[in-house]
């Protein structure tokens, strides 16, 4: 059966075919612009939170450098009288032989403006630089006296990087002497801090276009199938080519928004975890009683932030963890386990009794994922001191507990579905892995979470 229209015959299923093509594009179009809408917010939002996050540490960074100075030039600088040169010269040596990193040092300037300590410009040392700007114009020194004078504080302008030799942002934390009328400080630059957002952005906008290849395909998937359906319908079939059309579009809103809600459960189980532990271990660094005790959780801060890195760069790879990957669920939690115990102090006990075999890697990287919101939950919320996580088989299923002996709660709250976002990330992962999953707590008598996933029988 054919229809004239403009002197132009076109088969009455093509024109089905373009009606119905019309709103699915309509609809592709709707969905384009609001990936890109909210990409965009996830990408701003992403990078505001590393900038004010990695500031943060920054910032805690320097306090406890100024504090470890004052510390070294307290025995000299306390008891010596404001006259005392013999006194001067002995803390300007320390503070030239304090260096951290690879661009770290400290420096000293009398309220004048005289430079005492610049490691990495010696030839300054002795002259007055009041009036010293960076290339914006801002007088920096001045700054640093008057923020030294006021009682101590944070400065911000651009200054020479020894290992690039050009000016970068810096990040100064500057103190007083005031017996002597020095203002004592030490900066990190902060460039990089650009430099990883700018890298965020990178995989952001990878992912967006990795989205748009994929909804591409979809489209085109759809129209082969709409074009498939359209040749071999009656014309008497309309509706049932209207219904499909619709759960056809029903899908692709589907999809979309289970990847967003995949996107968002990574991210919270992922990079928030890893952030959360280098909070934990700067809070450590503080309350350090030793350098060496210092050192070692300076070190540890900085694996984590290392993982940190790993984890931003397997983003665009479904936010595979970086142990599982290399060594598997059991040493991956072994180490989590040490790791846990070291930042927290709790005492985590894991024991395993499984054939590694029944387990697969998606229940690998659900089971990984739970354990470590488990001890997550138990370091923040639990006050525990002790944690038992233990793996194995039962009557054909593969169950992890996880028992804490902290505060607990109130288990009505969670029955009524007053749960945490990190509860709900737990109890879906494994729901969709046809697991089972229960938390069970008394009010100061501890928390136990109970994951159950089916075995899978090697072929």
Do not use: C
Not at 101 to 121: C, I, K, R
Not at 184 to 197: E, L, P
Not at 228 to 245: F, G, Q, V
């Amino acid at each position: 059966m054919l229809t004239r229209i403009s002197g132009t015959s076109i088969p009455l299923r093509s024109k089905l075919l373009l009606l119905a093509m019309l709103p699915l594009l309509l609809m592709f179009g709707l969905i384009i612009g609001l990936v890109v809408i909210q990409s965009d917010n996830l990408s701003k939002n992403q990078a505001n939170l590393i900038r004010s996050e990695t500031l943060a540490s920054k910032k805690q960074e320097l306090l406890q450098y100024v504090e470890l100075a004052r510390a070294s030039i307290a025995p000299i600088y306390d008891p010596a009288d404001e006259n005392d040169e013999t006194a001067k010269q002995r803390v300007i040596d320390i503070l030239n032989n304090l260096t951290y990193g690879e661009d770290g040092y400290f420096f000293a300037y009398t309220y004048d403006g005289t430079s005492l300590v610049l490691p990495y410009q010696p030839e300054m040392v002795g002259k007055n630089i009041w009036d010293v700007e960076d290339y914006h114009g801002f007088k920096l020194l001045q700054a640093l006296i008057k923020t030294a004078q006021q009682g101590g504080g944070f400065v911000d302008y651009y200054w020479h990087k020894p290992s690039r030799k050009e000016q970068v942002k810096k990040l100064s934390y500057a103190i007083g002497l005031e017996k002597w009328g020095w203002m004592v400080g030490t900066g990190v630059y902060i460039d990089d801090i650009d430099n990883q957002v700018e890298s965020i952005h990178g995989k952001i906008d990878e992912t967006i276009s990795k989205t748009f290849i994929g909804l591409g395909i979809a489209l085109i998937i759809t129209i082969g199938i709409m074009a498939s359906l359209a040749t071999s319908i009656h014309i008497n079939a309309r509706e049932l080519a209207d219904k499909k059309l619709q759960d056809l579009n029903r899908q692709l809103i589907d999809s979309q928004e289970d990847e967003r809600t995949r996107v968002a459960r990574e991210l919270h189980d992922g990079i928030n975890q890893i952030l959360v532990s280098v909070k934990y271990r700067l809070d450590n660094i503080r309350e350090a009683h030793n350098q060496s005790e210092r050192d070692e959780n300076i070190a540890l801060g900085q694996a984590t932030l290392d993982e940190a890195v790993r984890e931003l760069r397997r983003i665009s790879k479904d936010l595979r963890p970086a142990l599982l990957d290399d060594l598997g669920l059991l040493p991956a939690l072994e180490d989590l386990a040490k790791e846990v115990t070291l930042r927290s102090g709790m005492d985590v006990i894991f024991e395993h009794h499984i054939d590694m075999r029944n387990v697969s890697k998606s229940a690998e990287i659900t089971l990984y994922r739970v354990a470590q919101e488990a001890l997550h939950n138990a370091e923040k919320h639990a006050r525990a001191k002790a944690v038992d996580m233990i793996l194995q088989e039962e009557e054909g299923e593969i169950v992890l507990t996880v028992a804490d002996d902290g505060i607990g709660f109130e288990e009505h709250s969670v029955v009524n579905g007053n749960q945490s976002m990190g509860l709900k990330n737990m109890r879906e992962r494994i729901e969709n892995l046809d697991g089972q999953f229960s938390i069970s707590s008394l009010i100061h008598q501890g928390t136990e979470v109970r994951a159950i996933l089916p075995i899978a029988h090697p072929s």
